[in-house]
């Protein structure tokens, strides 16, 4: 059964969510400060008693994910033998050259003394896209969601803009303006 729930405390979403084959599930204020997590919002749906098995949580600040990509995940976890899977997308910097850099301006490597390498010979290195979070709620009632053991599911560059301020929002707006057009493209030519 795959049930869709939006979680939140403005009225305009309900009024939204009563439009759609959804759940709108009311969010405290306490959850809806800038300040919230995820595993804050994960926490106030689990107190909620769900049935399911199984719960994706999908951030509104990432909205170039796809059906594709998060039917990935829960078919990941399915296959998988951990908790939780999250979407991850390859980065170029490496955290074998990275520094914290102190009030005095020295340098501390991140991840203890620096290796001259080539940078061809690091390992391949990904950061979460916060685009997708999903885990065994019976797992996710224990422990919050990063605590437990993950699995990656990489996601392209061009789909996992996490929208922070407003360049992340145009960038996203331009990137689904791209899209809508090879869709009208292609839809065109009899795709």
Known sequence: MTRVVVSSNDPEVREVCARFPCEFLARPEEVSTSTATADDVIQHFLSTGPSEA??????????LRTKT???????????????????IVAVDEKPEWMF????????????GPVKQVRRQDLQRTYR???AIYTAWIDRLRRAQILD???????????????IDDMTDFLKAESLLAQQSLIVQEDSSRGF
């Open 69 to 87: 990509d998060i039917d990935a995940s829960v078919d990941m976890i399915h296959l998988s033998d951990s908790a939780a899977v999250v979407s």
């Open 100 to 111: 914290r850099r102190s009030d005095d301006g020295s340098l501390t490597p991140l991840l």
């Open 54 to 63: 199984i719960l994706t949580y999908l951030q509104p600040t990432s909205p």
């Open 148 to 162: 437990l053991d993950l699995v990656g599911y990489e996601m392209p560059i061009e789909r996992s803009i996490d």
């Open 128 to 130: 979460l896209n916060g």
